[in-house]
């Protein structure tokens, strides 16, 4: 695991463990959107989400 990674894996756990987080379904276009951003700004994939 990447230096800080384990500290990352604790929040994104806990992110997902709360009680207010939903989970959606993407739509076509948005994932088109988040191809578009990641290549003209050098995201990364979750970033461009």
Partial sequence: MRRGGQASLYHFKALFAHPDTQIVELRAFVVEL????????????????
């Fill in 34 to 49: 988040a191809i578009q951003w990641r290549a003209n700004h050098g995201l990364r994939s979750p970033d461009a989400l």
